[in-house]
């Protein structure tokens, strides 16, 4: 029993003397002691059952062995409860022996959910927590756990930023709630927190990949690698989203964005169990986009000649005669197959719960040449050593290389593959890779499929995290865990373009860069949990204290001139031309935090936490370092009062929430706070310049949101339903100070001083969500179906006055084109140009209409004449031009769902679920491109060949003007599109084998599934794919295709086997 | 995914029933062809084509302009004219086949005429150019008897009554004329008759055939602002049968001149013309020169651009109709 | 407390550097290459498409080839912020290094620095106003953060600002004398800042004090003309080979070093060049971003020594520059660059070679770009003799004039007129970036006389174009350029008329 207790060296702390004296007087008023075994339905028995004397605060719980010992008075009732299962009562009788069989329950309001250093019932829980199971993400193939999260919660957005394996998605948690700072969620992955922002701004700041950074502007295009992406979905148990703020104000600093803790898989007790799954998908483009053939392109090209006046060329005077050319998106799109083993082997036995898994994926990309191989095993281990002592630890290493492919980018290989134009071949006669004969015929910047074929980009990292703890018993109730856990990765990237000739695009010598990162970052943890139920009142105390310790750094080579193609080490490159640069930095935060759950008689429920959190990242000599994190919650269950009694037939349980809480963000560089010398080059030494204004005062970003929700269920709780509306406001986001360029010279990039970073602006997200389950069971028919919807606004409420919010892409090379802005009162990140009204058809309305960007009427280059784009005069000057771009139209939808229908009939199972997005628009440069009538050298979609003339002027295509920069092309809502679609992400059917069979196997399970996925989109989009996802997760760079790695058409079949 | 779909529709060997120049309107099946120039070959069994030659030359063809009965294809800028097979072959997976076809040269060239200028019947004279394959030379309508030829000169005998007649050199891909008619010439690598430029002038005489404008050999003065090139001054009234004079000149950079004829014009801006790097060729009629004049007794010119610049003169006649 | 100080560990805090000579000594390198980038990547190059020296029809170097830049232009906006990052850095050093340096460090080398600092100041603010004309006076830029929306000062004003700032850096910078050692002659001296002075008097008009300046620099006997007569064995062109990076002649260059960093290096091997269907002259996949216009394919005289290592002429062979076709090339009768039929030979050392220095990850190369060489210093002062008269037989004057002229293998002149200058400078500096001011700073109707004269179309399509000038308007003034759009954004009051600036 609990004696030892007595002689503890916790004890004897003044801290905890009424605690044990409580504990001890409880035991010494005692008449009849009661003694017994609980057990699940399958006999095996269940430590840490909660056993209760009814109507007292007397209570004690089960043994490692499941076994419990309690004095209580004559005649008591014993309450036994034990998450996840059924409380069950049981009246005193004779016998002094009461032996327990604890069924299990399947009521939603009973699962447990992880609340952030802790757990609680989801029926205690006071927030707004969205929890999905392992069960709910099986059916999913994906690479990485973050896009399996589409459309399966409330209020979670995701949108997979590239369909290439391993590419990064954007999490929306509750809309946006910063703008220049990450808005992607953290991650606690075991009690290991991981950033789930891509670029690593707070970090190191540098990609895993490429040598320009993540600018939109340059050429690296969408190159964020998924942080989440070395984590084995299928070793995940469950994920719980905190959306709330007084859910993740316990993670204070670093909850703004909301909180995902993903809980991998631990062995259940019983027999050891072998789990295998294998699957194997095929992989297809569902969609190419109509682009001409060469038959179409060579009438095309020969029509434009002549209207430009320029040579006709003799290959295409009898289009009749020629094929149809080369089929770009057919020559670099391809079937794509990807192989996945899985294995686990689990258990638990005296005490000792084990997982070990090994999972092998090789997945191509439905580009040639691109894929992503993984590996990865994991054990998890907990053991009662003692039985006040708990052990465990949770390990894992991902390794994994992956040919990257570069894509929205305007040099990128999909917008190249559409480009480029049919009377290429992909290679010569003799089997060389070919390209165009002459350099003013190149107009894609390579031959896609040499470019997929011989660029060599990889990417090898390899990942180690590991979560060890220790936990206590120090008294009943009072739980003592300290944890250290470390996360560390190291990354190679090599990008090797040989030398080359494809027709005139000449690569002289062959280039090599390389990144190698490393980076590891530590997290030590301690815990003191006190729960204790005193009558009608329950409370669960919480203090704890946490640091986390970040390091990075990093090498950047380049080097070219290599003697051959073959090997390419940078030793045989030409050492002269060999640079090397590196980076360098920590990071930390230290924490203290506390919290108290508070339950009066099952009704009332009250939580508040507190957290205060240093970090790194502010003056260590001020006091801005430091930030207190608040939240309070209240919880009322009507349906518990006696009034309600009369309604449990049909209302289970109802209960209303309401919270309040702080978080903050601090995901910004390193030492903003002071002024730096940056070293700098030149031919004589290296030198220093100043490369930042210091702001002493900066301090957190923060974020306060109110929440109120309802939760009920109905009909034996097969009905459950959850309201939730919300209102979040963020302050002070972390900015860089708009000051004017002559005082910054441009910044520290390119030898300026930075301007400091403040405190700035304010934004407001308001919305609801909601979430409805249903479950039908009838003989051998099982069907269970959730929907969930999601809605907000977006507004930005403040900022300083002449910041400029614009942002850029870059569209031909060397000309980046403003496509977004963000003003005060509207959502952020709008598209934003002009508005056309239509194409002039009429010469009295042309010369009367207001003069556009100062070009008189003409047919000539920089002239306007019939068959042009007519542009609004927004702000009625009288002229056209610059002043006159407004905002065009919004990438946020209107809302969102997911719909998820599970269907069990005997041994089969079905499982569809659909997702989608409403009232979201796209900005779709790729039609931007392939509609320019600029040059007759590039392919356009067969559309752009329906262009205005004197005789064919019902169209939308402008007359084609032989200049890429004619007011045509300009940014308007011509390329702005509905975004909305509704997508059948994915479709499950399985069959398992009857337990008669599996018992003569020697088996427990064994199912055979067929699966599709992204099977089909409803959507009125002409681009590839409506999904678009932000650029680099940019937040005001959202539903711009520009070229995105559209997201395959997946088949699987697979095996799942259990033994 | 290499595979072309339209590999299934391949046939057997491959056929070749006709070539045509790849230009718009009907296709006119033709056996000679250019260098540089596009031709569709038509016929089947193309698509595994692997090599195609003209006169044994390995052709650059684009695999995206063959289809089974069609192949679009410019003839090699290199391919040999000259003591050429004159077959087209085309070769795929599935055996050669060949054609009789042309490679012509492309069209004569005449670039710095013939010397001397002022030949009479018999005499020998040399046409200097490029692609002289198989040449005929005529003075006017008369066809004159070659001694030897080249691609680059030929030596041809002037036959009778070619005084002032134009000469023209024809190949079967077309002709080139000169435009400096026989007998016509007042300086062409010498001067003719009394005509001379004296040395005080401080001029040169470059033999450089290089950048000869006519035959080898033309004149150079460094000739400083304002200053003149001067001739001598003579008499010569045989000039009925003509209608004006005729030079060519050019200078270093861009340069201003004043032609002075028979000691008029000077300082006449009005007459000033200009010179650029490249040879250009200048004439004046006897209207344009006051009417027929009784004589020619001086040709001169005067510098107008007010800065020294290197002048260069060469092939200086009278024009006839 | 400890656990949360960072300090950085890939920086320096400002505040602990400057503790000895040498530390002292190299804050000002980064001056000399990156803080320049911005501007020398392509803006510096755009005004040579301006002045008509240049032909481009690539969209981000062409607008003042049609006279239709505006304050929209990247470029623009790119060569505002490079020159104001100077003054910035240099603001930095004058006003906080002295009080940061550590006790053993000389008196010597804190004026050398902190005149390194002026010398830039001044060198960036004579930009400013040539391009912009009114722009705000910064001598601290902290005093602003705070309040950054300033008026601009007068051009009078920001001559001021330059010529005291010149003076200062004369003041305080070291004497030198340029030698064969070359690694020695990187940083700037007394004579270059008298030199930049000099040239500042020029604009003003100030021809007594122009002269004076330019007789120091040519009596100090510091640089000499590769080639001259000094300097028999050396030739034009080898003023713009990479081995003569910081020659006798050079007067105040920058310093490229590529570093694996974009924007350390010199980018105009590729930007100059030839990229045709047959033979390109860079390491990159492109090439030719300006070729040379139409009136520079026929500017120099044949037996101009200065033709051949300018600008690449059809014909013309190069036998010894590496390319994409091996070593050697003709360059062809085709549109090579730009379609301008020609290529730009100033500043293009060809694809890499011994004799190129090394090539980075973007082509960029480490050959010096010059802001003044000594030629340019003998031009000065035959104009300061001259002082705005008719012309002049002056002894002086001639001798200088002259030594130019027959370093390029012409004949001497004995009387010489401003357009004599006028055009010597133009044949003399071509493509080095300061035909633009020549014709910003003589009579307007005269400049645009010329320009509107100019072919600025490419060989096969010839274009013209005129200038347009106002002196009451900014904005309608073709040579000032605009204010850039970001910058007008957050103060209007750049477009508003300039305030008297106070000098302490
Ligand atoms: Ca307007
Ligand atoms: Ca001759």
């Known amino acids: 029993m609990r004696k030892i207790n007595l002689n503890h060296a916790y004890c004897k702390s003044k801290a905890f003397y009424f605690i044990v004296a409580f504990v001890f007087l409880s035991q010494i008023v005692a008449g009849q002691q009661v003694k017994g075994v609980v057990t699940d339905s399958d006999g095996i028995t269940l430590p840490g059952v909660s056993v209760q004397e009814k109507g007292t605060i007397n209570g004690v719980s089960t043994n490692s062995d499941g076994v419990y010992s309690i004095t209580v008075k004559s005649n008591a009732t014993l309450v036994f409860s034990y998450l996840g299962y059924k409380t069950k009562e049981v009246v005193l009788k004779e016998s002094n022996t009461i032996n327990v069989t604890m069924e299990e329950s399947f009521e939603t309001l009973d699962e447990i959910v992880v609340i952030g250093y802790g757990t609680q019932k989801r029926s205690d829980i006071n927030s707004s927590i969205s929890s999905v199971k392992a069960a709910d993400l099986a059916n999913i193939k994906q690479v990485s756990i973050d896009q399996m999260l589409q459309g399966k919660a409330a209020g979670v957005s995701v949108t997979a930023n590239s369909g290439s394996p391993g590419g990064a998605a954007s999490i929306r948690i509750r809309g946006t709630t910063s703008l220049t700072g990450t808005n992607e969620p953290l991650y606690i992955i075991d009690g290991v927190p991981i950033s789930g922002d891509a670029t690593g701004r707070s970090t190191s700041g540098q990609p895993l990949v490429g040598r320009d950074g993540f600018s939109s502007e340059g050429g690296g295009g969408n190159n964020a690698v998924s942080p989440l992406s070395m984590i084995n979905p299928n070793d995940i148990e469950s994920v719980d989203i905190l959306k709330d703020a007084s859910a993740t104000a316990i993670y204070g600093s670093r909850g703004a964005n909301g909180v995902i803790i993903i809980t991998t898989k631990s062995g259940k007790k019983g027999n050891g169990k072998v789990a295998y799954e294998s699957y194997i998908s095929i992989m297809s483009n569902y969609k190419n986009l109509d682009v001409m053939n060469l038959q179409e392109f060579a009438k095309n090209k020969t029509d434009l000649a002549v209207l430009y006046g320029n040579e006709v060329r003799p290959e295409f005077s009898h289009p009749e005669l020629l094929g149809k050319g080369t089929d770009w998106q057919d020559e670099v799109y391809r079937v794509a197959i990807a192989k996945n083993h899985q294995i686990s082997f689990s258990g638990a036995k005296e005490g000792v719960n084990y997982y070990l898994s090994g999972g092998f994926l090789d997945q191509q990309g439905t580009i040639i040449g691109s894929g992503l191989k993984r590996y990865t095993v994991r054990l998890n281990v907990d053991a009662n050593i003692k039985s006040w002592l708990k052990v465990g630890a949770n390990l894992t290493s991902g ?13 990128g290989l999909i917008s190249n593959t559409l480009l480029q134009a049919p009377d290429i071949p992909v290679r010569n006669a003799d089997g060389s890779f070919a390209g165009p004969p002459d350099p003013s015929q190149s107009v894609t910047y390579y031959n896609p499929v040499a470019e997929a074929l011989t660029r060599e980009n990889k990417l090898i990292r390899k990942n180690f995290l590991g979560n060890v703890y220790a936990e206590a018993t120090i008294l009943d109730g009072l739980k003592y865990r300290v944890e250290f856990s470390a996360n560390t990765e190291f990354s190679q990237n090599e990008d090797f373009r040989p030398s080359y000739k494809w027709g005139s695009q000449v690569n002289l010598t062959a280039d090599l860069d390389t990144r190698n990162q490393n980076w590891y970052s530590t997290n030590f943890k301690n815990l003191l949990t006190y729960d204790k139920r005193l009558g009608n009142h329950s409370f669960t105390i919480l203090l704890g204290q946490e640091a986390n310790d970040s390091h990075w750094e990093g090498l950047v080579t380049s080097s070219n001139d290599f003697q051959t193609n073959e090997n390419h080490t940078i030793n045989l490159a030409n050492p002269d031309n060999n640079t090397v640069t590196g980076y360098k930095g920590s990071a930390a935060i230290s924490s203290y935090f506390s919290r108290l759950i508070y339950n009066f008689d099952n009704k009332y429920s009250f939580t508040a936490s507190i957290r205060s959190d240093t970090s790194s990242k502010f003056d260590p000599s001020s006091d801005n370092q430091t930030g207190t994190f608040k939240a309070l919650s209240g919880s009322w269950k009507l349906s518990n009062e006696s009034f309600m009694e009369s309604t449990k037939d049909y209302i289970d349980n109802i209960k209303f929430r309401v919270g309040y809480g702080e978080t903050g963000n601090q995901q910004i560089e390193n030492n903003r706070y002071t002024a730096l010398l940056g070293a700098q080059n030149s031919n004589l030494g290296t030198g220093f310049l100043v490369s930042n ?55 520290g990039q390119y030898g300026g001083i930075s301007a400091p970073y403040s405190n700035l602006g304010e934004m407001q997200n308001k919305g609801y969500e909601f979430t409805i389950g249903y479950n039908l069971n009838k003989d051998k028919f099982n069907w269970n179906t959730s929907l969930n919807f999601s809605h907000y606004t977006n507004k930005l409420v403040k900022i300083q006055d002449g910041i400029v919010l614009t942002q850029q892409v870059n569209t031909n090379g060397y000309q980046p084109v403003v496509v977004t802005n963000t003003l005060i009162g509207n959502p952020i990140g709008m598209f934003y140009g002009y508005v056309s009204e239509g194409i002039f058809n009429d010469l009295s309305v042309l010369n009367s209409a207001p003069l556009q960007f100062g070009q008189p009427v003409g047919t000539a280059v920089g002239e306007t004449y019939l068959g042009d784009i007519k542009y609004k005069d927004i702000n009625e000057d009288g002229v056209v031009d610059a002043l006159d771009r407004t905002l065009l139209g919004s990438p946020h939808p209107d809302f969102t769902f997911g719909f998820t229908n599970n269907f069990n009939y005997k041994n089969f199972d079905l499982s569809i679920f659909l997702q989608g997005s409403y009232g979201n628009e796209i900005m779709n440069l790729t039609r931007r491109a392939g509609t320019k009538n600029t040059s007759l050298y590039e392919n356009q979609l067969v559309e752009a060949i329906n262009y205005w003339t004197p005789t064919n002027t019902d169209t939308d295509i402008p007359r084609p003007i032989q200049s890429d920069s004619n007011t045509n092309l300009l940014i308007s809502n011509r390329y702005i599109e ?33 699966s599709a996925q992204n099977l089909y989109t409803f959507t009125n989009y002409s681009g590839y794919d409506p999904e678009i996802g932000s650029f680099n997760q940019s937040p005001l760079l959202s539903g711009i295709d520009n070229g995105r790695y559209p997201s395959p058409r997946t088949f699987s079949f697979g095996i799942n086997l259990e033994f | 995914s290499d595979e072309e779909e339209n590999d299934m529709v391949s046939s057997g060997p491959p056929v070749i029933e006709s070539v045509s120049r790849a230009e718009a309107g009907d296709l006119t099946p033709i056996t000679i062809g250019y260098a540089n120039n596009m031709y569709i070959i038509q016929g089947s069994g193309f698509t595994s084509v692997e090599k195609i030659y003209f006169n044994d030359t390995d052709t650059y063809f684009n695999p995206a302009l063959v289809t089974d009965n069609t192949i679009f294809v410019t003839i090699d800028q290199n391919t040999p004219y000259e003591n050429a097979s004159s077959i087209l072959k085309v070769v795929t997976a599935n055996g050669t086949v060949t054609y009789q076809f042309v490679v012509a040269p492309p069209a004569p060239q005449v670039t710095r005429g013939f010397q001397p200028v002022n030949a009479n019947e018999g005499d020998q004279v040399t046409i200097y150019g490029n692609f002289f394959l198989d040449p005929i030379v005529t003075f006017g309508s008369i066809e004159a008897t070659i001694v030897s030829n080249t691609l680059t000169e030929i030596v041809a005998i002037v036959p009778a009554g070619a005084q002032n007649k134009y000469l023209t050199v024809t190949t079967i891909s077309g002709e080139s004329s000169w435009g400096t008619a026989v007998g016509t010439s007042i300086y062409d690598d010498n001067f003719y008759g009394a005509w001379d430029i004296p040395a005080w002038n401080n001029h040169e005489y470059l033999t450089d055939p290089e950048n000869a404008y006519q035959g080898k050999t033309f004149i150079h003065k460094e000739i400083s602002g304002w200053d003149n090139i001067q001739s001598e001054w003579i008499w010569d009234d045989q000039i009925s049968a003509y209608t004006g004079v005729r030079f060519a000149v050019k200078s270093d950079t861009p340069g201003t001149l004043i032609f002075l004829f028979n000691g008029n014009y000077w300082g006449d801006e009005t007459r000033a013309f200009d010179t650029t790097t490249e040879w250009q060729v200048v004439s004046y009629s006897w209207e344009e020169l006051g009417g027929m004049p009784d004589g020619v007794q001086n040709i001169s010119f005067q510098e107008f651009s007010g800065e020294s610049h290197n002048y260069y003169f060469d092939d200086f006649s009278y024009t006839v109709d | ?42 803006f510096f190059w755009a005004l040579e498409v301006g002045s008509g020296n240049m032909y481009s029809g690539s969209p981000d170097v062409a607008a003042l080839r049609t006279f239709s830049l505006n304050g929209s232009d990247p470029e623009l906006a790119n060569g505002w912020a490079s020159l104001w990052a100077n003054v910035a850095q240099a603001n930095a050093i004058i006003n906080f290094l002295e009080t940061r340096v550590g006790p053993t460090v000389d008196q010597s080398v804190i004026d050398n620095t902190v005149g390194e600092a002026y010398f830039m100041r001044a060198t960036a603010y004579f930009y400013l106003v040539r391009l912009w004309g009114p722009v705000p006076i910064i001598e601290n830029n902290l005093d602003y953060s705070s309040d950054p929306a300033i008026n601009t000062s007068p051009v009078a004003d920001i001559y001021t600002l330059i010529v005291r700032d010149y003076t200062n850096a004369i003041q305080r910078l070291k004497s030198k004398n340029r030698g064969s050692n070359y690694s020695e002659n990187g940083h700037v001296s007394k004579g270059s800042a008298k030199a930049m002075l000099a040239k500042v008097y020029l604009y003003q008009e100030d021809y007594p004090n122009a002269r004076l300046m330019a007789e120091e620099v040519i009596n100090s006997g510091e640089f000499k003309l590769l080639g001259g007569s000094a300097l028999p064995s050396k030739s034009f062109a080898d003023l713009f080979t990479y081995s003569h990076n910081n020659n006798e002649e050079s007067i105040f260059a920058l310093q490229w070093k590529g570093d694996g960093q974009y924007g350390s290096a010199n980018n105009s091997n590729t930007q100059f060049g030839i990229s045709s269907s047959t033979v390109s002259t860079s390491n990159a996949s492109y090439g030719g971003v300006m ?45 090579n660059a730009q379609g301008s039929g020609g290529g730009i030979k100033k500043y293009c050392l060809g694809v890499q070679s011994n004799e190129t220095g090394p090539v980075d990850a973007w082509a960029m190369m480490d050959n010096s770009t010059y802001i003044m060489r000594y030629a340019e210093l003998l031009l000065i002062h035959a104009e300061a003799i001259l002082a705005g008269g008719g012309s002049t037989s002056d002894a002086n004057a001639l001798n200088s004039f002259n030594a130019v002229r027959q370093r390029a293998g012409l004949t001497a002149k004995t009387s010489i007129t401003f357009d004599d200058i006028f055009e010597e400078r133009r044949l003399e500096l071509c493509f080095e970036g300061d035909y633009w001011f020549d014709l910003g700073r003589i009579d307007k109707a005269k400049a645009i006389e010329i320009m509107s004269a100019q072919n600025r179309g490419n060989r096969n399509n010839a274009e013209y174009y005129t200038p347009v000038y106002s002196a009451s308007d900014h904005g309608a003034n073709d040579f000032y350029i605009d204010y850039p759009d970001n910058d007008v954004a957050i103060n209007p009051k750049l477009l508003d008329a300039p305030v008297p600036y106070t000098f302490n």
């Open chain 1, 399 to 411: 390794i994994t290389n992956e040919k990257v492919t570069v894509n929205q980018s305007f040099s």
């Open chain 1, 693 to 747: 204004s210091p702001n002493p005062f900066l301090t957190w970003e923060s974020l306060n949101q109110i929440n109120v929700g309802v939760d009920f269920t109905l009909f034996d709780s097969n009905l459950s339903a959850s309201f939730d509306f919300y209102d979040k406001t963020s302050e002070g986001f972390l900015f860089q100070v708009p000051l004017p360029v002559y005082l910054t010279g441009g910044g």
């Open chain 1, 978 to 1010: 509905d975004g909305s679609y509704v997508r059948i992400q994915n479709l499950t059917f399985g069959y398992s084998l009857p337990q008669n069979v599996l018992d003569k196997l020697k088996m427990s399970r064994l199912r055979v599934y067929g």
């Open chain 3, 1 to 42: 407390d400890d656990f949360t100080d960072r300090p950085p560990e890939d920086s320096i805090s400002l505040d602990a550097y400057y503790n000895n000579n040498s530390q002292v000594a190299s804050a000002t390198n980064g001056m000399y290459s990156r803080t320049w980038f911005q501007l020398c990547n392509k």
């Open chain 3, 291 to 335: 070729g040379p216009s139409q009136d520079v394919l026929t500017l120099y005289a044949a037996n101009d020594l200065r033709g051949h290592e300018t600008v690449m002429v059809p014909g013309d062979v190069y036998p010894n520059m590496n390319t994409s076709i091996g070593v050697g090339f003709t360059v062809p009768d085709e549109d």
